[in-house]
């Protein structure tokens, strides 16, 4: 009952606090407010309740299986941020409104105490934030969905931050046995609905393909493609010219390169050309230079009878595209 009337009385005055969907983890101790955690914390809201009491406190997290609660002095950034891993993610995190400075983590607009908006849930004035902008804030970080921005637009991003130097933006997950409709090919699962997006599963099939070339020209020079197969896991590493683009209709020759290094990608028929739109034979997206085979398809509209890759790689489980901007 005591506990009850404390925490009445603390929400009372107090304001609500809001959590980051997809994020998990904690910030760097060095923000932790003195004190140290606090423990045998019931639940978030409780948690909530003590930042509301302490006016030094801008963020908090929150580890249930352990009660623990850690105050922080900062709304907290991706330099500060430490990012649970994949099946690890037992601490909630969670801000106070209207209280991030620049580059910091927030909400709304509102949040954004110097006037930027709230976009890729970070207060700046930058238009696109792409998994390369956040493994340059945190070198360290890991593999990972975030959120990010494409001109403008938010944007569910998956990271792959531990190949080839990181911050790649993942623009297509084609799972094998899902069959895409042309309406599909270029966005599916991965804008904003009503301020949120599902999180991202395994074997959920997702194109970002139409911010292909907002996430090129957000940076001057060329780019880099990879496309790779899991399970088994090949692929190729394109160094792409900037005139070249992801969504063009016609086969073309780009140097490239094996990813993982000696995966020995090929075609059982056919060569290996940069990807490309297709809408016939079964196939929308496409990476071989004969137009009038199947082979080599990344997104298929339907059963096809040709392998997708070489013959110890015809049937991975998915194929992925990445983008690394301004090479």
């Not at 990813?259 to 739109?277: D, H, K, N, R």
Request: with cysteine.
């Amino acid at each position: 009952m005591l506990l009850l009337l404390f925490l009445l009385e603390a929400l009372k005055f107090g304001i609500a606090c809001q959590k980051i969907p997809l994020y998990y983890g904690t910030l760097d101790p060095a923000l932790a407010l003195p004190g140290g955690p606090i423990t045998g914390v019931i639940s978030s809201c409780q948690c909530c309740a003590f930042c509301n009491n302490n006016e030094l406190c801008k963020s908090f997290s929150f580890r249930g299986s352990t009660g623990e609660c850690t105050l922080y002095s900062k709304v907290g950034s991706y330099p500060k941020f430490l990012r649970q891993d994949w099946g690890a993610e037992d601490t909630e995190f969670y801000i106070m409104p209207r209280s991030s400075t620049t580059e910091e983590f927030c909400r709304q607009d509102e949040d954004c105490v110097s006037g930027e908006p709230c976009l890729g849930r970070v207060c700046t004035t930058n238009r696109t934030i792409t998994c390369l902008s956040i493994k340059e804030l945190n070198p360290t970080i890991n593999t990972h969905t975030f959120w990010g921005a494409v001109d403008g637009t938010e944007i569910r991003l998956s990271c792959l931050m531990d190949v080839q130097g990181g911050g790649w933006t993942q623009l297509v997950d084609a799972v094998f046995n899902f069959f895409w409709q042309p309406a599909d090919v270029l966005s599916l699962n991965s804008t904003t609905v009503d301020g949120d997006v599902p999180r991202m599963r395994m074997g959920q099939p997702y194109s970002a393909l139409w911010a292909a070339e907002l996430i090129r020209d957000s940076r001057p020079g060329d780019y880099k493609v990879i496309v790779r197969s899991q399970a088994p896991e090949k692929g190729v590493l394109f160094s792409a010219p900037r005139a070249q683009s992801l969504l063009g209709t016609t086969p073309v020759s780009v140097p490239y390169a094996a990813e993982p290094a000696g995966s020995g990608f090929s075609f059982a028929a056919g060569t290996v050309v940069f990807p490309y739109m297709l809408n016939q034979h079964g196939v929308v997206y496409h990476m071989n230079g004969d137009k009038s085979s199947d082979i080599g398809g990344i997104m298929r509209s339907a059963e096809v009878a040709g392998d997708r890759w070489a013959v110890d790689a015809v049937r991975p489980h998915a194929i992925q595209l990445w983008i690394k901007e301004g090479q």
